[in-house]
């Protein structure tokens, strides 16, 4: 099975990579709510989140093309909701400036949680949900459906591999209704093996829980500094 865009790269070591797992979570989940919550056609206060947003970016080492593909990966949902505010009439608000902080909060919102998939391994994302003592089928769940994706990924090159030989000449239409027909032939091989899998998982012992992983190393320094930047954006939000 190969190994797909969500963790196929080292991460960089950097003080907000050492950083404790949980800590992180509970930071950028709440500095993206906090962004999130900004009221309709507010657009001063990003003058502020998106130099944290750097700031962020610069502590945790990040290769800018990595993180601006995970980011661009919502720009269809976020070009969606841009052009609501022009479908809707609200009194006293001009329609740009709604439209303009919808896609700033959307677009920053995404930045932290695409920093956060640059900084820190999926492992140890399902080791900080099982600490903050989630329930146990809803972290296996995530976990199965993280690794699901990559024999999805894995299926979709091979039928992809062996569509191109087959048929190179096709285009337009004619490959749309092949590549229909790929999709649906990939989703069925993906879960035949998915079940073979499962029954190797079986064999072996798995009792339907995802097994705890160790304590990692954590970086004290990080957790301060999440609190820290946590206060700033918290003091962005409520500062008028």
Known sequence: MTRGFLDRRPLADSVLRRTDARWKLLFFVAAAILIASEPRGELRPFLWYWP????????????????????????PFLALAVALPFAVDVPGLASADWSASIFLRGTAAVALL???????????????????????????????????????????????????????????????????????LVFVRAWERGERVHGAMLARGFDGSWPLARATQSSPMGALGCLFVLAAFVWVRTAR
Do not use: H
């Open 52 to 75: 944290l947003i750097a700031l962020l970016a610069l502590a945790g080492q990040v290769d800018l093309g990595p993180w601006a593909r995970r980011c661009a990966g919502a720009l």
């Open 114 to 184: 695409a920093l956060l998939a640059e900084t820190t391994e999926f492992s140890e994302l399902i080791e900080a949900l099982q600490r903050f003592r989630l329930p146990s089928v809803w972290v296996t769940a995530l976990a199965l459906a993280f690794r699901y994706l990559f024999l999805l990924g894995d299926e979709w090159r091979r039928t992809n591999e062996a569509r191109a030989c087959r048929a190179p000449q096709l285009r337009g239409i004619a490959l749309g209704k092949v590549m229909a027909g790929q999709l649906a």
